[in-house]
């Protein structure tokens, strides 16, 4: 069963391109990692949100790949200094 992710993030609109900029460079390094499936990087059309997916073969290869992130300060959970509200983040497992 495979094992993902939503999550929306809402930066400062002074930092929205930084913001997606480090999301990229997260989701390269995620790319490397081993059960690795999916990720995505989009923005919704009001320029509010952005919101990131990622799909790995279990929920073990995805903690691998998430703390790659925090060893990056990508702070998967909570906010970041870049952001004005905590960022939702919804787990979802294949079906």
Not at 25 to 44: C, K, N, Y
Request: charged share 20%; proline share 5%; aromatic share 12%.
């Amino acid at each position: 069963m495979a094992f993902g992710f939503v999550a929306y993030h809402y930066p400062a609109p002074e930092h929205f391109e930084e913001f997606v900029a480090g999301c990229h460079e997260v989701a390269e390094a995620a790319r490397t990692q081993p059960g690795f499936l999916s990720v995505g990087v989009w923005a919704t059309t009001d320029g509010e949100a952005v919101v990131t997916t990622g799909a790995f073969e279990s929920e073990e290869a995805f903690l691998a790949a998430a703390q790659i992130g925090r060893d990056m300060d990508a702070t998967p959970d909570g906010i970041s200094d870049l952001e004005v509200k905590p960022r939702e983040v919804h787990f979802l497992v294949s079906r």
